[in-house]
């Protein structure tokens, strides 16, 4: 689906990895349709994008919310959520029932919201798109990190059911699966990010806006799946392959996340 002149949601538009897609999008001839909770940094998005962008204030887990955000924002084209957040860096044992909640909420619940609010209206359009942002952490489990892997490992199997659910119709699915990007995902989870040797690892971090238009490209080529950087892509291979040995590697790396 070319996105000239199409009209396009993104959450999680106030910063990084949105911010990022949205620029990509008025680049392509897209208007766009920018959600953040932080009213300032949407504010700020749309200032950066121009005319092209409309900023609106939200909160993902406001399921009442997102239910009248279509009578809001009228019909659009495309949808991606991109919204997320981690949890802190602490095993399950240390873990809260309230942390985890607020994790899957995000997550999970925000994007499936949006789904069944906008799916209506995108199955009226002569083509339409729904892009979900999973992560490497679906399928590479990350030592304190289990509860966002099994958020995103959701996220990546209600994409794949959606896919399959719109087979035959004008609506495309794609789900990726970044690795690590230069975002500042950790900030907006409020959380500290603990000492980590990242001049360790092989893979260093993809910066957002190559990131962003190897999303956007997705859309455009309908691909159903899509991995973003060379350790998401590797990974993606070895979690088949051999996933007790991929478990082993990621726990080598980053076991100092939990002290």
Do not use: C, W
């Amino acid at each position: 689906m070319k996105l000239d002149d199409k009209v396009v949601l993104v959450t999680g538009a106030g910063s990084g990895m949105g911010r990022e897609i949205t620029l990509e999008l008025v680049r392509r001839g897209a208007r766009v349709i920018a959600v953040d909770m932080h009213q300032s940094s949407v504010e700020e998005t749309a200032k950066l994008a121009g005319s092209a962008v409309t900023s609106f204030t939200l909160d993902v887990t406001n399921r009442a919310a997102v239910a009248a955000l279509p009578a809001q924002v009228g019909t659009i084209d495309a949808l991606i959520n991109n919204a997320g957040i981690i949890q802190p860096f602490v095993p399950i044992k240390d873990l809260t029932i309230e942390q985890a909640e607020k994790v899957m909420n995000v997550n999970f619940y925000g994007p499936f919201t949006l789904i069944k609010a906008f799916l209506p209206g995108l199955l009226t359009r002569p083509e339409a798109h729904i892009l979900n942002v999973s992560s490497m952490g679906a399928y590479a489990p990350v030592p304190g990190q289990s509860v966002y892997g099994a958020s995103k490992a959701a996220i990546k199997l209600l994409t794949e059911g959606l896919r399959s659910e719109l087979m035959g119709t004008n609506v495309g699915v794609t789900v990726v699966f970044p690795g690590a990007v230069a975002t500042n995902i950790t900030t907006n989870s409020g959380l500290a990010m603990p000492d980590v040797d990242v001049d360790s690892s092989k893979f260093k971090s993809l910066p957002a806006p190559i990131a962003a238009k190897k999303m956007v490209d997705a859309i455009e080529k309908n691909k159903p799946r899509i991995t973003v950087g060379k350790d998401a892509t590797m990974m993606d291979r070895l979690s088949r392959i051999n996933p007790i040995f991929a478990a082993n590697l990621i726990y080598k790396q980053m076991k100092s996340l939990l002290g």
